[in-house]
């Protein structure tokens, strides 16, 4: 089995983006999987003109070899980066947008400005329109990657969707690796060729079985999380924090609210206000709203010297999902 990722960060450079890629190398290494890395700035890839280029056919050469891929890039400008802008723009070939046909599409992207979502998103629906299949994606903050090794709860996250592509495309390759025909010099896998096998009910299947796994890690999460109520904070900061959403005002909004405070005395937790207030350490991806701040900024508001609003407004805190819950939430830290 064989997997390229496709790099439009820098690698002469230590950051985020290839730590998170290293990881995903390591994983894959470690369950036997011939992970090959394409760093696009390695080549000197020409603006597209509309021709075809001896570039991108070397490049096309590894990933046609490939059971699936795996898109990683630095969010730039509400986008990914410009060497893999680029690239894609040479996918306007029919000749190498075939060779994504039939492929696992995985897409990593790393921010600093929470579009990193968005932009992952985008990247799985462009390969989809060549016949590629979205799989999963990573689309996670800067401080994320950079605090991975410490951070249980984005590493689960992280090796369960890993794990799911790894037996997805695994699978997948099982099933059609007699129904591969040259085109040019390029091996194309195409779904019209498969006779029996649906890939859809395939992929069915195995979501199936890595959300009981996933679902037994969230209970286990789950378990842990509540001795969150029986500690005592040493974090002085998210101990005010927790004081002010328990004792707080009630306020009906059955939403799920992320914490993001960065800082020696920083913490990332999340407040719950379906039913009671609560607070449990961590990170969640089915917020309705995000929150982040410095540890400075945020203790002004813990300390009543400025409200939600009027840190938003003035960009002490940084939001991302519906702002309309910013207005109730100040009644909570009031």
Same mark, same amino acid.
């Given at each position: 089995?064989?997997?390229?990722v496709?790099?439009?960060g ?8 290839n ?8 994983y894959f ?5 011939d992970?090959?890395?394409v760093?696009?700035t390695?080549?000197?890839?020409p603006y ?8 991108i056919?070397?490049?096309m050469?590894?990933?046609s070899?490939?059971?699936g891929?795996?898109?990683?890039t630095?969010e730039?400008?509400?986008g990914?980066s410009?060497?893999?802008?680029v690239?894609?723009?040479y996918?306007?070939?029919?000749k190498?947008s075939?060779?994504f ?5 995985f897409?990593?992207?790393?921010s600093n400005s929470?579009?990193?979502e968005?932009?992952a998103e985008?990247?799985l ?5 060549f ?5 999963g994606? %990573?689309? =996670?903050?800067?401080?994320?990657? *950079?605090?991975?090794e $410490?951070?249980?709860?984005? +590493? @689960?996250?992280?090796?369960s969707?890993?794990?799911l592509?790894?037996?997805l ?13 040259e ?6 896998f195409?779904s019209?060729?498969?006779?029996n ?10 979501t199936?079985?890595l ?8 209970e286990?999460?789950? %378990?842990? =999380?509540?001795?969150?109520?029986e *500690?005592v904070?040493? $974090?002085?900061l998210?101990? +005010? @924090?927790?004081d002010?959403?328990?004792s ?6 059955n ?11 920083g913490?990332?937790?999340?407040i719950?206000t379906?039913?009671?207030?609560e607070?449990?350490?961590?990170l969640?991806?089915d917020?309705?709203l995000?929150?982040?701040s ?8 813990i ?5 939600l ?7 002490l805190?940084?939001i991302k999902?519906?702002?309309m ?6 009644k909570?830290?009031?």
């Amino acid at each position: 089995m064989k997997i390229v990722v496709i790099n439009g960060g820098n690698i002469d450079l230590e950051n985020p983006l290839n730590r998170g890629v290293r990881y995903i190398y390591n994983y894959f290494e470690n369950a036997n999987v011939d992970v090959e890395s394409v760093f696009l700035t390695n080549y000197n890839i020409p603006y597209y003109e509309g021709s075809e280029n001896e570039i991108i056919e070397e490049i096309m050469n590894k990933i046609s070899t490939a059971d699936g891929f795996i898109i990683a890039t630095p969010e730039c400008f509400y986008g990914v980066s410009g060497v893999l802008k680029v690239f894609m723009e040479y996918l306007n070939i029919n000749k190498y947008s075939k060779v994504f046909m039939d492929k696992y599409a995985f897409a990593v992207v790393i921010s600093n400005s929470h579009n990193e979502e968005y932009i992952a998103e985008n990247i799985l629906n462009v390969f989809k329109e060549f016949g590629s299949i979205p799989i999963g994606k %990573i689309s =996670a903050l800067t401080a994320q990657i *950079e605090n991975i090794e $410490n951070d249980i709860l984005f +590493k @689960t996250i992280l090796d369960s969707r890993l794990e799911l592509f790894n037996k997805l495309f695994e699978e997948k390759s099982k099933v059609i690796k007699e129904n591969k025909v040259e085109e040019g010099h390029f091996t194309v896998f195409s779904s019209e060729r498969l006779n029996n096998d649906n890939i859809t009910e395939l992929t069915q299947f195995f979501t199936k079985q890595l959300e009981s796994v996933e679902k037994e890690r969230e209970e286990e999460k789950e %378990i842990e =999380a509540t001795k969150v109520f029986e *500690e005592v904070y040493e $974090n002085k900061l998210e101990s +005010k @924090t927790v004081d002010k959403i328990v004792s707080g005002n009630k306020i009906d909004m059955n939403s799920k609210i992320q914490l993001y405070i960065e800082g020696v005395n920083g913490f990332k937790g999340y407040i719950n206000t379906e039913g009671d207030n609560e607070y449990r350490r961590g990170l969640i991806e089915d917020f309705d709203l995000m929150i982040t701040s410095n540890e400075s900024d945020w203790n002004k508001i813990i300390e009543n010297e400025t409200t939600l609003q009027r840190a938003f407004m003035t960009g002490l805190i940084k939001i991302k999902g519906n702002f309309m819950l910013v207005a109730s939430l100040d009644k909570l830290f009031s």
